[in-house]
């Protein structure tokens, strides 16, 4: 089972990333996908959450607006688009696969956002 999550980087305030976890190793399909982030001295947080089959999304507060979490069941990968970034959102972005009591997580990518 692997997680791949790429796309980090560095980005001015008010810019945009696109983060993509690519999935292998178990059925894509079936798994709710939700992207988490932790920034230094901070607990992991959800970010954003997307269910299986009906796609159906949820985001933290913070993100509203801003961010948009996507499937491509075809491509066995989630995506999160973010926009309108700020230095807050600076974290380790990690996804992680559910599905029961099945939990599987990617290494993360770094995201700064920073001027």
């Known amino acids: 089972v692997q997680l791949v999550e790429s796309g980090g980087g560095l980005a001015q305030p008010g810019g945009s990333l696109r983060l993509s976890c690519v999935a292998s190793?178990?059925?894509?399909?079936?798994?709710?996908m939700t992207w988490y982030r932790q920034a230094p001295g901070k607990e992991r947080e959800l970010v954003a959450t997307?269910?299986?089959?009906?796609?159906?999304?949820g985001y933290a507060d913070c993100v509203k607006g801003r961010f948009t979490i996507s499937r491509d069941n075809a491509q066995n990968t989630v995506y999160l688009q973010m926009n309108s970034l700020k230095p807050d959102d600076t974290a380790v972005y990690y996804c992680?696969?559910?599905?029961?009591?099945?939990?599987?997580w990617g290494q993360g990518t770094q995201v700064t956002v920073s001027s």
């Open positions: 190793g178990f059925t894509f399909s079936t798994y709710h």
């Open positions: 992680n696969a559910r599905l029961r009591n099945l939990e599987y």
């Open positions: 997307i269910s299986r089959f009906t796609s159906i999304t």
